[in-house]
């Protein structure tokens, strides 16, 4: 089978477009024929290897694991042992190891059935920025009635913009200008654009602030929260976040949280299949719908990371399998 590979850290330049071994399903597994998959910063984080500490997972000098991909829609080719929710044919969504590639195999407890009257692409966009939009905002934000969503038209962004109206929120959502009237078709009661509008001035107060890109000092945030605000948050910066500032506002989260009314969280989303089913029920109630940018052949796998870590995507961007 066909699978982009890479066998050392580095630019998008170091992927291959190489023939590989079929993967086989272990207990607990699904193998699947996939259709479509879509694209993370996670895809470049573990690309690069950074931030460094990425690497105590990843591997230190090389990739233990040679292929990328999570997000993945497609169709049941063969179960593992043990497997008793799915069977050859069912047309599913999740996530799984090496989805650039037209076979992979995901954890069953990762994978549902796919939402009934969209695309395998839209299918393949939803699962982690879906899930990390929505965990963001119920389990870390315990959201509240005055939502802003920084960063409100990327991947999670998009996703995070559509949940929060489904939660009876008034949502905030702040992008550069050529976003503005994506955001507000979205639903966004208010858009602040954020080449226009100095950060933290206008008088707004905010009961949860979800930070998805990770550029800003904590002091920011902390301005526009009210006083038992909630900030999460997400974002990992660019593609060549060295990780000190990611790691200069978990400790700066750890030590202020015990001396300031305001809650400091950072997120870690966890994909499972009970949260795969709420997104599905709200994609087939017509509650949320998918945004997408671009698509890409897989052989142009490549090019399509290279598009999304330049930080400027406009929803999902998407890898054409099958």
Same mark, same amino acid.
């Given at each position: ?182 955001? !507000? ?28 890109? !990770? ?13 038992? !605000? ?6 990992? !910066? ?85």
């Amino acid at each position: 089978m066909h699978a982009i590979v890479y066998h050392r850290y580095g630019t998008p330049d170091v992927l291959e477009f190489a023939d590989v071994e079929r993967p086989a399903p272990g207990a607990g597994e699904v193998l699947i024929r996939v259709r479509a998959a879509s694209v993370n910063p996670y895809d470049w984080h573990f690309l690069r290897g950074t931030p460094r500490l990425v690497r105590l997972l990843t591997g230190i000098g090389r990739p233990k694991l040679p292929r990328l991909g999570a997000d993945v829609s497609g169709i049941v080719e063969a179960v593992g042992e043990g497997t008793t929710h799915f069977r050859p044919g069912d047309a599913v969504f999740g996530v799984c190891k090496g989805a650039f590639a037209e076979f992979a195999c995901g954890r069953e407890s990762q994978v549902a059935l796919k939402p009934n009257g969209i695309s395998f692409e839209q299918a393949a966009s939803l699962p982690i920025a879906g899930i990390t939009a929505l965990q963001g905002l119920r389990d870390c934000g315990c959201l509240r009635e005055d939502q802003s969503i920084y960063g409100a038209s990327g991947g999670v962004g998009t996703f995070a913009v559509q949940i929060a109206l489904v939660m009876g929120a008034w949502v905030t959502g702040v992008c550069s200008t050529r976003n503005v009237q994506m955001v !507000g078709e979205l639903g966004a009661h208010r858009v602040l654009d954020y080449t226009r509008h100095e950060f933290g001035r206008g008088g707004y107060r905010y009961d949860v602030v979800f930070d998805l890109v !990770g550029n800003r000092p904590l002091a920011d945030f902390r301005q526009v929260l009210k006083r038992h !605000g909630i900030y999460v948050a997400c974002g990992g !910066g660019g593609p060549d976040n060295c990780g000190l500032h990611l790691l200069a506002q978990m400790v700066g989260r750890m030590l202020l949280n015990p001396w300031v009314p305001q809650k400091l969280t950072g997120l870690h989303a966890k994909v499972h299949t009970s949260d795969l089913l709420t997104l599905a029920a709200m994609v087939e109630e017509g509650k949320i719908s998918p945004v997408l940018d671009r698509r890409y052949p897989l052989p142009s796998t490549a090019e399509a990371i290279r598009y999304v870590e330049q930080c400027h995507a406009r929803g999902k961007v998407t890898i054409a399998v099958a």
